[in-house]
Protein backbone atom coordinates (compact mmCIF):
# COMPACT_ATOMS: atom_id res chain seq x y z
CA UNK A 1 0.00 0.00 0.00
CA UNK A 2 1.42 3.45 -0.98
CA UNK A 3 2.22 5.88 1.94
CA UNK A 4 -0.14 8.60 -0.40
CA UNK A 5 -2.61 9.33 -1.79
CA UNK A 6 -2.95 12.36 -3.78
CA UNK A 7 -0.30 13.73 -1.63
CA UNK A 8 -2.29 12.35 1.29
CA UNK A 9 -1.15 10.29 4.02
CA UNK A 10 -2.70 6.53 3.55
CA UNK A 11 -2.94 6.37 7.19
CA UNK A 12 -4.92 9.50 7.53
CA UNK A 13 -7.46 8.69 4.76
CA UNK A 14 -7.79 5.66 7.08
CA UNK A 15 -9.02 7.10 9.95
CA UNK A 16 -10.90 9.91 8.20
CA UNK A 17 -13.06 6.97 6.54
CA UNK A 18 -13.59 5.03 9.16
CA UNK A 19 -14.39 8.03 11.15
CA UNK A 20 -17.11 9.56 9.11
CA UNK A 21 -18.27 5.68 8.47
CA UNK A 22 -18.82 5.48 11.95
CA UNK A 23 -20.67 8.77 12.71
CA UNK A 24 -22.96 7.37 9.67
CA UNK A 25 -24.00 4.26 11.18
CA UNK A 26 -24.60 6.44 14.77
CA UNK A 27 -26.90 8.73 12.85
CA UNK A 28 -29.49 6.34 13.08
CA UNK A 29 -29.56 6.85 16.52
CA UNK A 30 -31.74 10.19 15.40
CA UNK A 31 -33.96 8.51 13.00
CA UNK A 32 -33.44 6.73 9.99
CA UNK A 33 -31.91 8.81 6.82
CA UNK A 34 -29.84 8.55 3.44
CA UNK A 35 -26.68 8.75 4.86
CA UNK A 36 -27.18 5.48 7.13
CA UNK A 37 -28.44 3.40 4.59
CA UNK A 38 -25.62 4.54 2.35
CA UNK A 39 -23.34 3.45 5.51
CA UNK A 40 -25.25 0.03 5.73
CA UNK A 41 -25.28 -1.07 2.49
CA UNK A 42 -21.61 -0.70 1.94
CA UNK A 43 -20.85 -2.44 4.75
CA UNK A 44 -22.81 -5.37 3.56
CA UNK A 45 -21.16 -5.16 0.31
CA UNK A 46 -17.70 -4.74 1.93
CA UNK A 47 -18.56 -8.13 3.85
CA UNK A 48 -19.73 -10.05 1.14
CA UNK A 49 -16.75 -9.04 -1.22
CA UNK A 50 -14.74 -9.93 1.44
CA UNK A 51 -16.01 -13.24 2.65
CA UNK A 52 -15.96 -14.36 -1.66
CA UNK A 53 -12.17 -13.58 -1.27
CA UNK A 54 -11.73 -15.76 1.30
CA UNK A 55 -13.42 -18.51 0.45
CA UNK A 56 -11.90 -18.28 -2.97
CA UNK A 57 -8.51 -18.18 -1.85
CA UNK A 58 -9.24 -20.76 0.88
CA UNK A 59 -11.02 -22.82 -0.76
CA UNK A 60 -11.18 -22.92 -4.21
CA UNK A 61 -7.26 -22.57 -4.62
CA UNK A 62 -6.11 -23.78 -1.93
CA UNK A 63 -8.32 -27.09 -1.62
CA UNK A 64 -9.50 -27.47 -5.56
CA UNK A 65 -7.30 -25.52 -8.03
CA UNK A 66 -3.73 -26.46 -6.51
CA UNK A 67 -4.45 -29.85 -5.35
CA UNK A 68 -5.85 -30.62 -9.35
CA UNK A 69 -3.59 -28.26 -11.32
CA UNK A 70 -0.55 -27.37 -9.29
CA UNK A 71 0.15 -30.23 -7.37
CA UNK A 72 3.73 -29.13 -6.85
CA UNK A 73 2.73 -26.20 -4.61
CA UNK A 74 1.48 -28.54 -2.55
CA UNK A 75 4.65 -31.00 -2.52
CA UNK A 76 2.44 -33.43 -4.32
CA UNK A 77 3.78 -36.15 -7.12
CA UNK A 78 0.18 -36.13 -8.60
CA UNK A 79 -3.12 -34.44 -8.86
CA UNK A 80 -5.22 -35.41 -6.15
CA UNK A 81 -8.96 -36.34 -7.74
CA UNK A 82 -10.10 -37.22 -4.40
CA UNK A 83 -10.66 -33.66 -4.60
CA UNK A 84 -13.29 -33.65 -7.37
CA UNK A 85 -16.26 -35.60 -4.81
CA UNK A 86 -16.39 -32.70 -2.43
CA UNK A 87 -16.02 -30.43 -5.44
CA UNK A 88 -18.96 -31.85 -7.01
CA UNK A 89 -21.07 -31.98 -4.18
CA UNK A 90 -20.23 -28.08 -3.53
CA UNK A 91 -21.21 -27.87 -7.46
CA UNK A 92 -24.33 -29.57 -6.63
CA UNK A 93 -25.90 -26.83 -4.01
CA UNK A 94 -25.91 -24.21 -7.03
CA UNK A 95 -28.69 -26.69 -8.63
CA UNK A 96 -30.91 -25.50 -5.73
CA UNK A 97 -31.79 -22.18 -8.22
CA UNK A 98 -33.02 -24.36 -10.59
CA UNK A 99 -36.58 -25.75 -10.77
CA UNK A 100 -36.21 -28.57 -12.75
CA UNK A 101 -32.44 -29.81 -11.27
CA UNK A 102 -33.18 -28.61 -7.48
CA UNK A 103 -34.18 -31.85 -5.78
CA UNK A 104 -29.88 -32.53 -6.66
CA UNK A 105 -29.03 -30.20 -4.23
CA UNK A 106 -30.76 -32.13 -1.13
CA UNK A 107 -27.80 -34.47 -1.11
CA UNK A 108 -25.27 -32.16 -0.15
CA UNK A 109 -27.60 -30.36 2.06
CA UNK A 110 -27.95 -34.36 3.59
CA UNK A 111 -24.05 -34.67 3.39
CA UNK A 112 -23.85 -31.46 5.45
CA UNK A 113 -26.42 -31.82 7.93
CA UNK A 114 -25.45 -35.15 8.68
CA UNK A 115 -21.36 -34.28 9.21
CA UNK A 116 -22.39 -31.74 11.32
CA UNK A 117 -24.77 -33.91 13.66
CA UNK A 118 -22.59 -36.26 14.04
CA UNK A 119 -19.46 -33.63 14.77
CA UNK A 120 -21.20 -31.89 17.23
CA UNK A 121 -23.03 -34.69 19.15
CA UNK A 122 -19.45 -35.97 20.97
CA UNK A 123 -18.53 -32.23 22.01
CA UNK A 124 -22.01 -31.87 23.66
CA UNK A 125 -21.50 -35.10 25.32
CA UNK A 126 -18.48 -34.34 26.97
CA UNK A 127 -19.56 -31.00 27.95
CA UNK A 128 -22.58 -33.19 29.54
CA UNK A 129 -20.17 -36.06 31.05
CA UNK A 130 -17.86 -32.88 32.86
CA UNK A 131 -21.47 -31.11 34.25
CA UNK A 132 -22.26 -34.61 35.49
CA UNK A 133 -18.74 -34.93 36.49
CA UNK A 134 -18.93 -32.13 38.80
CA UNK A 135 -22.11 -32.73 40.00
CA UNK A 136 -20.96 -36.04 42.12
CA UNK A 137 -17.96 -34.61 43.10
CA UNK A 138 -17.64 -34.94 47.38
CA UNK A 139 -19.58 -31.78 49.08
CA UNK A 140 -16.06 -31.27 50.36
CA UNK A 141 -13.37 -31.90 48.12
CA UNK A 142 -10.37 -31.25 50.12
CA UNK A 143 -7.06 -33.75 49.16
CA UNK A 144 -5.57 -36.07 51.98
CA UNK A 145 -2.75 -33.53 53.89
CA UNK A 146 -4.11 -30.57 52.57
CA UNK A 147 -3.83 -27.80 55.03
CA UNK A 148 -7.09 -26.04 54.46
CA UNK A 149 -8.69 -24.20 57.09
CA UNK A 150 -11.96 -25.08 59.09
CA UNK A 151 -13.33 -21.83 56.99
CA UNK A 152 -12.41 -23.07 53.91
CA UNK A 153 -13.71 -26.33 54.11
CA UNK A 154 -17.04 -25.14 55.06
CA UNK A 155 -17.09 -22.94 52.20
CA UNK A 156 -16.06 -25.58 50.15
CA UNK A 157 -19.02 -27.47 51.23
CA UNK A 158 -21.58 -24.64 51.24
CA UNK A 159 -20.32 -23.94 47.79
CA UNK A 160 -21.02 -27.91 46.47
CA UNK A 161 -24.47 -27.70 48.35
CA UNK A 162 -25.71 -25.25 46.42
CA UNK A 163 -24.16 -26.69 43.32
CA UNK A 164 -26.20 -29.95 43.93
CA UNK A 165 -29.25 -28.49 45.06
CA UNK A 166 -29.08 -25.92 41.88
CA UNK A 167 -29.13 -29.04 39.83
CA UNK A 168 -31.87 -30.91 41.47
CA UNK A 169 -34.18 -27.74 41.31
CA UNK A 170 -33.37 -26.89 37.89
CA UNK A 171 -33.68 -30.66 36.39
CA UNK A 172 -37.41 -31.04 38.51
CA UNK A 173 -38.56 -27.52 36.58
CA UNK A 174 -38.21 -29.75 33.78
CA UNK A 175 -40.08 -32.86 35.04
CA UNK A 176 -43.64 -32.73 33.24
CA UNK A 177 -44.75 -35.64 34.49
CA UNK A 178 -46.11 -34.74 37.78
CA UNK A 179 -47.94 -31.71 38.24
CA UNK A 180 -45.73 -28.78 39.60
CA UNK A 181 -47.97 -28.72 43.03
CA UNK A 182 -46.52 -29.46 46.37
CA UNK A 183 -42.70 -29.87 47.21
CA UNK A 184 -42.51 -30.24 43.39
CA UNK A 185 -43.78 -26.88 42.57
CA UNK A 186 -41.53 -25.52 45.29
CA UNK A 187 -38.55 -27.37 43.66
CA UNK A 188 -39.28 -26.39 40.10
CA UNK A 189 -40.20 -22.17 40.81
CA UNK A 190 -36.43 -22.67 42.62
CA UNK A 191 -35.02 -23.38 39.42
CA UNK A 192 -36.91 -21.31 37.24
CA UNK A 193 -35.25 -18.43 39.01
CA UNK A 194 -31.92 -20.11 38.69
CA UNK A 195 -32.65 -20.36 34.81
CA UNK A 196 -33.52 -16.70 35.04
CA UNK A 197 -30.55 -15.61 37.03
CA UNK A 198 -28.26 -17.58 34.17
CA UNK A 199 -29.97 -16.19 31.38
CA UNK A 200 -30.05 -12.98 32.69
CA UNK A 201 -25.92 -13.48 33.31
CA UNK A 202 -25.75 -14.38 29.57
CA UNK A 203 -27.41 -11.53 28.60
CA UNK A 204 -25.82 -9.04 31.07
CA UNK A 205 -22.45 -10.60 29.55
CA UNK A 206 -23.94 -10.08 26.01
CA UNK A 207 -24.55 -6.41 27.00
CA UNK A 208 -21.11 -5.89 28.38
CA UNK A 209 -19.48 -7.33 25.11
CA UNK A 210 -21.24 -4.38 22.89
CA UNK A 211 -20.84 -1.83 25.73
CA UNK A 212 -17.14 -2.92 24.76
CA UNK A 213 -16.98 -2.03 21.35
CA UNK A 214 -19.13 1.24 21.62
CA UNK A 215 -16.42 2.66 23.87
CA UNK A 216 -13.78 0.98 21.62
CA UNK A 217 -15.03 3.50 18.82
CA UNK A 218 -15.59 6.35 20.73
CA UNK A 219 -11.92 5.97 21.93
CA UNK A 220 -11.23 5.96 18.56
CA UNK A 221 -12.99 9.16 17.65
CA UNK A 222 -11.77 11.03 20.35
CA UNK A 223 -7.82 9.70 20.33
CA UNK A 224 -7.21 9.03 16.96
CA UNK A 225 -9.83 11.29 14.77
CA UNK A 226 -10.82 14.27 17.10
CA UNK A 227 -7.13 15.34 16.87
CA UNK A 228 -6.88 15.79 13.45
CA UNK A 229 -10.08 17.12 13.56
CA UNK A 230 -8.19 20.25 15.70
CA UNK A 231 -5.45 20.21 13.50
CA UNK A 232 -7.24 21.49 10.21
CA UNK A 233 -8.62 24.42 12.09
Not at 47 to 64: F, K, M, P, Q, R
Request: charged share 10%; proline share 6%.
Amino acid sequence: MPETLLGIPTEALGIWLAALVTLAIYSFLYKDNPVYKFAEHMFVGVSAGYTVGVAYHEVALDLIIKPLFRPAELKLTHPDYLVLIPTALGLMMFLRFSRKHGWAARWPICFVMGYGVGAGIPPAIKIFLVQAHGTIQPLVPVSPGSHATAVQVIFQGFSSLILVAGVICTLGYFYFSREHKGALGVVSRIGMWLLMIAFGAGFGNTVMARISLLIGRFQFLIDRWWPQVRGLF
